[in-house]
């Protein structure tokens, strides 16, 4: 089993950043990709970035492009997002997942992850 624990959400205005991290405990040793979606309220839940085991390769969904960028650092079982000038429909609910894969395989469909932390919402003011 691994634990995800996501952190860094809050409320910014337009415009602004945020960090969130996730970090991972349990079963740490296993090569994960991992990914960060959301889901904003009467949505559903939708992809939008993830980082292969290695860092090597990354994906980012098009609304985000540009303006997100996934990183993670495998020594402290960390991953994070980085959100800069950011829109009032990027507010939702953030979720880390972690799925097993080879070291330089990533992700992108929510149904092929297996671990998933609770979430931190992030709200956007116009």
């Known amino acids: 089993q691994v634990q995800l624990v996501e952190a860094g959400g809050g409320l910014v205005q337009a415009g602004g950043s945020l960090r969130l991290s996730c970090a991972a405990s349990?079963?740490?040793?296993?090569?994960?990709?991992m990914g960060w979606f959301r889901q904003a309220p009467g949505k559903e839940r939708e992809f939008v970035a993830a980082?292969?085991?290695?860092?090597?390769?990354?994906s980012v969904a098009d609304s985000v492009k540009g303006r997100f960028t996934i990183s993670r650092d495998n020594a402290k079982n960390t991953v994070y997002l980085q959100m800069n000038s950011l829109k009032p429909e990027d507010t939702a609910a953030y979720y880390c997942?972690?799925?097993?894969?080879?070291?330089?395989?990533?992700?992108?469909?929510?149904?092929?992850?297996?671990?998933w932390g609770q979430g931190t919402q992030v709200t956007v003011s116009s």
């Open positions: 997942a972690a799925t097993i894969r080879p070291f330089n395989v990533v992700v992108t469909a929510s149904g092929q992850y297996t671990f």
């Open positions: 349990g079963r740490t040793g296993s090569r994960y990709c």
């Open positions: 980082i292969s085991y290695n860092g090597g390769r990354t």
